[in-house]
């Protein structure tokens, strides 16, 4: 399964199952965890760090 990362306007959400390294990820990079849609919400300018840091953890990421 890969790490969904979708682009809006002003954020990035980022999907993914539960898994401990990818939670580590997402809180080092202070992300917001929005239970509605069961993503994780960045700011867009973040989206290089996100992206760099979940591919050097050897995650599948796919952008949309």
């Given at each position: 399964m890969a790490v969904k990362i979708v682009s809006n306007s002003k954020s990035i959400?980022?999907?993914?199952?539960?898994d401990e390294l990818?939670?580590?990820?997402?809180?080092?990079h202070r992300g917001w965890w929005n239970k509605n849609k069961k993503c994780w919400t960045f700011p867009r300018y973040k989206k290089s760090d996100i992206y760099e840091a979940l591919k050097s953890?050897?995650?599948l990421v796919r952008m949309q």
């Amino acid at each position: 399964m890969a790490v969904k990362i979708v682009s809006n306007s002003k954020s990035i959400e980022v999907y993914y199952h539960y898994d401990e390294l990818f939670i580590e990820i997402m809180r080092e990079h202070r992300g917001w965890w929005n239970k509605n849609k069961k993503c994780w919400t960045f700011p867009r300018y973040k989206k290089s760090d996100i992206y760099e840091a979940l591919k050097s953890e050897n995650f599948l990421v796919r952008m949309q």
